[in-house]
Nanobody, 126 residues
């Protein structure tokens, strides 16, 4: 089993920045693709950003590309999401996910991931 715990969410004004962290325990993350998804009020869960097992390949949704940066530190068993130029529409619960054997074509698909954190709330005020 892998346990994922997100942190770093909060309330920020539009244009501000936050960095989310995802700490894993139970197994090494080095064998897992990692991703961040988000779910806004009344909305479906949507892909935000993802990274391959070694962090060599990064993937972003069109809505966050150029503003958000995903990274990982396998030695610390952690993943991160640096969020800049935040907008009110970025308000959501942000969830960290880990998946073993996630192929490139499914990196943006929630069902491809095996383990999920509980999420951390990000609220962006206008």
């Amino acid at each position: 089993q892998v346990q994922l715990v997100e942190s770093g969410g909060g309330l920020v004004q539009a244009g501000g920045s936050l960095t989310l962290s995802c700490a894993a325990s139970g197994q090494s993350l080095s064998g897992y693709a990692m991703a961040w998804f988000r779910q806004g009020p009344g909305k479906q869960r949507e892909f935000v950003a993802g990274t391959s097992r070694n962090g060599g390949s990064l993937y972003y949704s069109d809505s966050v590309r150029g503003r958000f940066t995903i990274s990982r530190n396998n030695a610390r068993n952690s993943a991160y999401l640096q969020m800049n130029s935040l907008r009110p529409e970025d308000t959501a619960v942000y969830l960290c996910a880990a998946g073993r054997g996630v192929i490139t074509s499914r990196i943006r698909v929630a069902d491809a991931y095996d383990w999920w954190g509980q999420g951390t709330q990000v609220t962006v005020s206008s």
